[in-house]
């Protein structure tokens, strides 16, 4: 199985910054794409920002250009770095990567235990 853990969560002021990192191991041939999620309470979970192994990204529309995705594919490991952040960025942010485990594998997709960001006011 593929692990994902999650790092850099944590409380800071509204108008800080907070880079969060996720490190995929195990026995990987290739990760497509990797990338991040939020769920606040009492909402669903919602698109963050995701990277593919070539480098493109989707992000959600509600960032305006304050998060910045980036990818590591020698360490494999997924960046999210956050500026301005607001009270309302305040979720649990969760890592997810799809990825193979052989030559012309079918497609799994694995996620991390999630990292708390906390924003106050």
């Known amino acids: 199985q593929v692990q994902l853990v999650e790092s850099g969560g944590g409380l800071v002021q509204a108008g800080g910054s907070l880079r969060l990192s996720c490190a995929a191991s195990g026995s990987i041939f290739s990760i497509y794409t990797m990338g991040w999620y939020r769920q606040a309470p009492g909402k669903q979970r919602e698109l963050v920002a995701t990277i593919a192994s070539g480098g493109s990204t989707n992000y959600a529309d509600y960032m305006k250009g304050r998060f910045t995705i980036s990818r590591d594919n020698a360490k494999n490991t997924v960046y999210l770095q956050m500026y301005i952040l607001k009270p309302e960025d305040t979720a649990v942010y969760y890592c997810?990567?799809?990825?193979?485990?052989?030559?012309?594998?079918?497609?799994?997709?694995?996620w991390g235990p999630g990292t708390q960001v906390t924003v106050s006011s």
């Open positions: 997810n990567a799809v990825y193979s485990v052989q030559r012309a594998g079918v497609p799994r997709s694995s």
